[in-house]
């Protein structure tokens, strides 16, 4: 824990963070629990941070209702802004869905009508909240669902809006949100309408690689009440998740008072236990064959592909090249390499986005690791070679599968020279990361901490080391590889220039001091020591190319056609 006091406020419990800190705390005065909430210095350094936050405690301050998270307090703390919310047991919605804690339709329905109602009075004070998703919705381990998280809400008074960036979370944006077009109370009656299906189902609407991929099914595709049909949701619900998510927001219901009308009819049928009812409720709709409009869809299709190959730049053919003399010869590489040093993945010839501002770079296949280097296989190294084991080694066989850490970049690229193979670059280790339409994180775009080994995984309260490689399976990045994210920073072979901060800050770690002439390094992915980076696969920090520590391990790439041992 930081900090143990705030004014009348007792810190008992640190709850997490990132930009901000979360504490459960004591009112001294009055003697009840709550959550403060406050500012990091990053949060501070970081303008949109700081006016979401401020909004965030101005905008729900002013609400008293009871499906609305209260805030009873905000100020300043040192020049620091801080807000005091009560504090409640349970968790959000999302963890709900993944944890399947609602298993029936009348559970789903009550969270529904809740959260319908705390919609309906924020959109009667002005208040357009603009990022409703269940991450935003809290389940108390009473039955109360909360609406939290007002830092993009809008009124008709103020709104923050970052120049070039469409505010809310992709899945959840209307079609109007997408476009930037101004957005009214019918952007987040779209927003509830895939939270509906969310809650239903347990999947989105859509799968997509990318952001834009996720926009343009917004703005083009229907949505398939398939699932919904198969999931034995009532018609009239289905119906309401339709209507919800036209893409005309004139479509869409007026205002959540019809759509509370609409739930609590259904919930009142539900409620009765009347078997034959309620069955021909959740009789699935006799609907017009879709044959033609499919057959019109495929046609459209097919004609867009051909405008698309009658654009694409021609190159050779094989009948070409062959006139001219010229050998055609199509390599296929294997997608995995077998090495006594571990399994090796490829990551494929081509295009991908680099940095934070997606910049389109070229990039030749190679091989990366699948897992970061072990204890195991490192001190095999080590004993072959007659390399130094690191400070503190763990010895024993239950932690032969854990990363092995406390390695200077040197110790890695000795390590990398005797398997055969060599540290990747920043552009290599990005392209496993991301793939090839630029992902945010190994897994997709969706901040998800209980997918890494970091120290915001609620499965993971209380770590305090690595856990073995590729603990979290379904975590891996397009091309397979696992513990891009968290578990131990990894070094890359990036030759960086560090800030002044940074040189001061490692000359209270390292004897001798380095100075900003010394080699330094990248390193990337983020580790258990930390929660999970925002936008992961393209943070790096820069840190002395001899430091060792107990978050810092490597793995290796090789290139085609080379024999790593």
């Known amino acids: ?18 930009m901000s800190h979360v504490y459960k705390a004591r009112d001294t005065l009055i003697n009840r629990i709550v959550v403060v909430k406050i500012l990091t210095d990053s ?21 008293s209702h009871e499906n609305i998270i209260r805030v009873y307090d905000f100020g300043e703390h040192e020049g620091r802004p801080y807000m005091v919310m009560e504090y409640l047991q349970g968790n959000d919605l999302r963890a709900s869905i993944q944890k399947a804690q609602l ?14 109602r705390g919609m309906k009075h924020i959109h009667g004070l002005g208040i357009i909240h603009r990022d409703l998703k269940p991450d935003n919705v809290f389940m108390s381990d009473t039955g109360e669902v909360k609406l939290m998280d007002f830092g993009i809400a809008k009124t008709k008074d103020l709104s923050i809006t970052r120049t070039g960036y469409t505010l809310g979370t992709p899945y959840y944006m209307a079609p109007e949100q997408v476009m930037s077009k101004d957005v009214g109370d019918r952007a987040d009656i779209y927003a509830y309408g895939i939270l509906m299906f969310e809650l239903f189902t347990g999947v989105k609407p859509f799968r997509a690689e990318n952001v834009h991929e996720v926009f343009f099914k ?19 619900v289905v119906d309401l998740i339709k209507q919800c998510t036209e893409k005309d927001q004139t479509k869409r219901p007026e205002n959540f008072g019809i759509v509370i009308q609409e739930l609590e009819a259904v919930l009142k049928t539900m ?34 592909l051909l405008l698309i190959f009658n654009l694409m730049p021609r190159g050779e053919n094989k009948d070409d090249a062959k006139k001219q003399g010229q050998a055609v010869a199509v390599i296929e590489l294997p997608p995995t390499l077998k090495t006594s040093t571990g399994e090796m993945l490829l990551v494929k010839e081509g295009d991908f986005l680099f940095g934070e501002a997606n910049e389109k770079r070229a990039q030749k296949a190679f091989y990366i690791d699948k897992f970061e280097v072990t204890n195991e296989i490192y001190k095999k190294f080590a004993m072959e070679r007659g390399w130094p084991l690191p400070v503190g080694f763990p010895d024993d066989d239950a932690s032969k599968k854990l990363p092995v850490v406390n390695v200077s970049f040197d110790d890695a690229r000795e390590f990398a020279t005797w398997a055969g193979k060599r540290i990747p670059y920043a552009v290599e280790w990005e392209k496993a990361a991301r793939g090839s339409q630029g992902r945010t994180y190994p897994w997709g775009y969706e901040h998800l901490p209980e997918l890494a080994v970091v120290e915001d995984n609620p499965r993971l309260k209380g770590i305090k080391g690595p856990k073995p490689v590729g603990s979290f399976q ?27 901060p940074a040189v001061k800050m490692f000359s209270t770690l390292m004897k001798p001091p380095p100075s900003e002439n010394d080699l330094w390094m990248q390193i990337r992915g983020g580790s258990f020591f930390r929660p999970l980076l925002p936008n992961v696969s393209v943070q790096m920090a820069s840190v002395p190319a001899a430091y060792k520590t107990s978050d810092i391990g490597f793995r290796c790439v090789t290139d085609p056609g080379t024999k790593p041992k």
């Not at 006016?51 to 609400?63: C, D, P, S, V």
């Not at 009765?272 to 064959?289: A, M, N, W």
């Open 474 to 500: 379904s975590a891996d990045s397009i091309y397979g590889a696992l513990d891009l994210a968290g578990n131990v920073f990894e070094w890359v072979d990036e030759r960086t220039k560090p800030s002044l």
């Open 43 to 63: 949060g501070m350094h970081d303008e949109d941070t700081k006016k979401r936050f401020l909004r965030e405690a101005q905008t729900a301050g002013a609400i």
């Open 1 to 18: 824990m930081q900090q143990q006091q705030l004014g009348k406020y007792k810190f008992e419990q640190f709850l997490g963070g990132g």
């Open 103 to 116: 298993p029936g339709v009348l559970e789903k329905l009550r969270v529904l009508v809740q959260l319908a």
């Open 271 to 304: 409620e009765t236990g009347d078997v034959e009812t309620i069955t021909q409720l959740t009789k699935p709709r006799t609907e017009i064959p879709r044959i033609a409009w499919i057959g019109g869809a495929a046609a459209l299709g097919l004609i867009i």
């Open 218 to 236: 917004i703005l083009n595709e229907p949505l398939d009440a398939t699932p919904l049909v198969e999931a034995s949701v009532p018609t009239h």
